[in-house]
Each structure stands twice: as structure tokens, then as C-alpha cells.
């Protein structure tokens, strides 16, 4: 077996990408500095290894609705999927580096970009697992699995994921709703007037806050007054 070895040396985001995309520099090397490899079909798992950094108190607050209450962490912080992607890495000898593209989502639905979304500095400590199959040799070629056990692990910085989102959403966020939630938000924007989809969420949650509507003005007079009839003026 054509033993390649992997080593991430870095994350940083694509700016060009048409979707959100970190790209992981990959060093991938062959155990005999002559041997020929001809290309490797590549596959790729990453996680997210939570259980190797520390948390402020707003990031741990942010997180409960993925891990729970902090005092429960000891049960509940385990790696979560991140991505699975595949690449063909094209013929080198000896040792080769490449960029491995990762198209992200930025939907808190999906717990990868919740967690993401909750950090507010340091760094994410991801794993990713390889598979895939190396095609080698000096004459003609042979084929060959790359090892279950390969692996490597990164530290991304999460400045490099704030990066990324803010690239392809400038000051603000991304959410899914169901067709007939949205049809009835379309309406109520419609029924109001209001000139776009934030003052129509503002519009809701102000509605949201207000625990009751005013009271009408007679509902203000001190109990066993009389009201006034309208057509009365005061002596001056």
C-alpha cells in the first residue's frame, strides 16, 4: 500500500467563491520521495471536536440549545458533522500541496452553523478523516485505498468563518422558513405596507413586546367618577 501521509497546514476563506467556502491547504505526501503517484480520489470528513476549546459565558449561553446547561457538558460535548466533500488531487512525486474547497451554510437550522455562530473569538478545533484511492507506481500504475486511519487536525481561526459570512452577507444573517410561514409573513408585510422584510420582523416583535393594547380614555377615570358628556365646555 502507497502509504500517503496528510498534514492541513491552514483554513483561510475563498473571497471569489459564488457561496460561502473555506479552503483547507492540504499537504499530502508519498513515504518514498521518488514514487509516483499518479492522482488520488479523494474523500473527506470533517468535525467539530468542541470538546477541545474553552467557552466565554455568552458563547456557553449561545450553545445551550446544542449542548445543554455548561454543569452538563461532561455528558454532552460531542463532535459534531461538519462537512463531507471529495477531490481529485492531481500527479505529484514525492509531496504536493493543494486546497481543499468546503462550501458552508450559514442556516442556524444546521447545528455546524449554529455552533459557528455562537463563537465570538479563539479558534475551532476540526478534525478531518480521509479515505479515498491513491492510483501509483513508477510503470503503469497501481491502485490502492488510502488508510481509514489517516487523519489530520486543524486549529480554524473563527475570525477566518466571520470572514467568510460576512463576505456573502454583509451585516446580516440567513433564515429558512416554510413556504406557508413565509406567505403569511409576505402578508402581513403587505397588510402594513412596511417597505421591506426587516421592518416587517420589527413590526412583530414590537407587536410581540407590547403586553396589552392601551386602554380606551374612559377606562382611565378614577373609579365612581363621572364622565363628562362631549358636548360640555368649561365656564372659563
Known amino acids: 500500500m502507497t502509504e500517503v501521509s496528510f498534514a492541513c497546514t491552514g483554513v483561510r476563506a475563498d473571497r471569489y467563491a459564488a457561496a460561502p467556502t473555506l479552503l483547507f491547504r ?14 488520488i480520489a479523494l474523500r473527506c470528513q470533517l468535525r467539530i471536536e468542541p470538546a477541545r476549546r474553552g467557552y466565554r459565558d455568552d ?18 460535548l460531542h463532535a459534531l458533522q461538519f462537512a463531507q466533500v471529495s477531490l481529485v488531487v492531481p500527479g505529484f512525486t514525492g509531496e ?21 455562530h455562537a463563537l465570538r473569538d479563539g479558534e475551532v478545533p476540526l478534525l478531518l478523516l480521509f479515505s479515498g484511492t491513491v492510483f501509483a507506481g513508477a510503470g503503469g500504475f497501481q491502485v490502492q485505498p488510502v488508510s481509514w486511519s489517516k487523519e489530520a487536525s486543524v486549529r480554524m481561526p473563527v475570525a477566518v468563518w466571520q470572514e467568510m459570512t460576512e463576505t456573502h452577507f454583509p451585516g446580516c444573517g440567513w433564515l429558512r422558513l416554510p413556504r406557508e ?20 420582523v420589527e413590526a ?16 382611565r377615570l378614577l373609579s365612581g367618577a363621572a364622565a363628562r358628556p362631549v358636548t360640555e365646555r368649561t365656564v372659563p
Do not use: K, M, N
Request: proline share 11%.
Open 96 to 116: 504536493t500541496e493543494i486546497d481543499l474547497p468546503v462550501p458552508c451554510s450559514y442556516d442556524l437550522d444546521v447545528a455546524a452553523g449554529r455552533y459557528f
Open 204 to 219: 412583530l416583535l414590537a407587536d410581540a413586546e407590547d403586553p396589552e393594547p392601551p386602554p380606551a380614555p374612559h377606562a
Open 59 to 76: 458563547e456557553a449561553a449561545a450553545l445551550a440549545d446544542l449542548f445543554g446547561e455548561r454543569s452538563r457538558w461532561g455528558g454532552t
Open 26 to 39: 492540504l499537504r499530502i505526501t508519498a513515504p518514498d520521495p521518488a514514487t509516483r503517484v499518479h492522482a
Open 181 to 200: 410561514t413565509l406567505d403569511a409573513l409576505l402578508a402581513y408585510r403587505s397588510r402594513r405596507a412596511l417597505p421591506s422584510w426587516q421592518a416587517a
